[in-house]
C-alpha cells in the first residue's frame, strides 16, 4: 500500500478505535489524527538511513534477505501486538490513548501492506508471519488500479462524515 493510501486509512482506523470506544471531542480527534501519522513509521525500513544500516550489518546469512529489508522486521505483527498486550495496559490516561493511537496506526499499516504488497526481492507477498520471513498477504498490486481508483477515493470520501460522527458525536 502507497503512503497516500495508508494515512487515510490509519485515520479511518483511529476514528473506528474512538467510536468503539466511545471517545468524542478531541480525544476521538487525536486518535484519528496520530493514527494516521504513524501509520507509516513501518516504512522506516524503507529510508536511507535504515538502508546505511543494512547495509554495514551482516544480516544476510539470517536467510530470507535479513531484517533490515522492506517488509521485514519492521512489519512483523509481533512488534504492534505486543505494545498492544505488554506496554499499553502499564500506560495510563492521555499516554494510554497516544500509546493506543500509535500501535493503531502500525497495525493499519501492516494490514494494508498485507492486502496490497506484492512479492519480490527475495520474499514472498504481504508482511512476514515470523520476524521477517513467511510472508502472507493477498499480492494486491501497491499502487495498482483497485488500490488507486476504489480504496482510497472510498477512504477520503468516507473519512469526512466519519470524522464528523465520531469526533462531534453526531449522526448522520
Known amino acids: 500500500m502507497e ?3 495508508h494515512v487515510p486509512f490509519g485515520a479511518a482506523c483511529g476514528l473506528g478505535y474512538a ?3 466511545s ?3 478531541l480525544d476521538a480527534a487525536v486518535v484519528g489524527a496520530v493514527s494516521a501519522l504513524a501509520s507509516t513509521t513501518p516504512d522506516v525500513c524503507a529510508t536511507g ?4 544500516l ?8 539470517l536467510g530470507w534477505g535479513g531484517p533490515l529489508q522492506h517488509r521485514g522486521l519492521t512489519h512483523w505483527w509481533a512488534i504492534p501486538a505486543a ?5 499499553l495496559p502499564q500506560a495510563t490516561g492521555y499516554a494510554h ?3 493506543a493511537a500509535v500501535l493503531i496506526g502500525i497495525a493499519s499499516h501492516l494490514v494494508g501492506d498485507a492486502v496490497f504488497g506484492k512479492g519480490g526481492y527475495g520474499r514472498g507477498p504481504g508482511v512476514p508471519l515470523a520476524p521477517w520471513s513467511h510472508h502472507v498477504g493477498l499480492a494486491l498490486d501497491c499502487g495498482g488500479a483497485t488500490e488507486r481508483w476504489l480504496i482510497r477515493p472510498l477512504l477520503l470520501v468516507g473519512l469526512v462524515p466519519a470524522a464528523y460522527v465520531v469526533i462531534f458525536g453526531g449522526s448522520l
Open 3 to 5: 503512503a497516500r493510501t
Open 23 to 25: 471517545l468524542h471531542g
Open 54 to 61: 543494512d547495509r554495514w550489518l551482516p544480516d544476510e546469512w
Open 83 to 87: 505494545g498492544w498486550f505488554l506496554a
Open 49 to 52: 538511513w535504515w538502508r546505511s
Open 19 to 21: 467510536w468503539l470506544s
Open 97 to 99: 490513548l497516544l500509546l
